[in-house]
Nanobody, 120 residues
Framework: QVQLAESGGGLVQAGGSLRLSCAAS????????MGWFRQAPGKEREFVAT???????HYTDSVKGRFTISRDNAKKMVYLQMNSLKPEDTAVYYC??????????????WGQGTQVTVSS
């Protein structure tokens, strides 16, 4: 069983930056793809970014050039550096793990989420 715990959310002004962290325990972290998703009020949860076991990354179009996902396998951590934040980035951000390592299918484990609020 894999446990994921996010941290780093908060309130920031538009144009500012935040760095989200996700600590993983259990499982074989190095073999998983790790992803970040978000859910805004009244909307469905959406994909933000993923980093495969190989280190390859993929982003949703709305965050390309602003967000960077990274991982530290030794520490079992995954990060989401968010720059040039916009009010539309306001959401609860979730960390997730995908056992197939590619990040293209279903995600198997989820954290509790961390709130990010961007004021205009």
């Amino acid at each position: 069983q894999v446990q994921l715990a996010e941290s780093g959310g908060g309130l920031v002004q538009a144009g500012g930056s935040l760095r989200l962290s996700c600590a993983a325990s259990g499982g074989t972290f190095i073999s998983y793809a790790m992803g970040w998703f978000r859910q805004a009020p009244g909307k469905e949860r959406e994909f933000v970014a993923t980093i495969r076991w190989s280190g390859g990354t993929h982003y949703t179009d709305s965050v390309k050039g602003r967000f960077t996902i990274s991982r530290d396998n030794a520490k079992k951590m995954v990060y989401l550096q968010m720059n040039s934040l916009k009010p539309e980035d306001t959401a609860v951000y979730y960390c997730s793990a995908n056992r197939d390592g590619l990040g293209s299918g279903e995600y198997d484990y989820w954290g509790q989420g961390t709130q990010v609020t961007v004021s205009s």
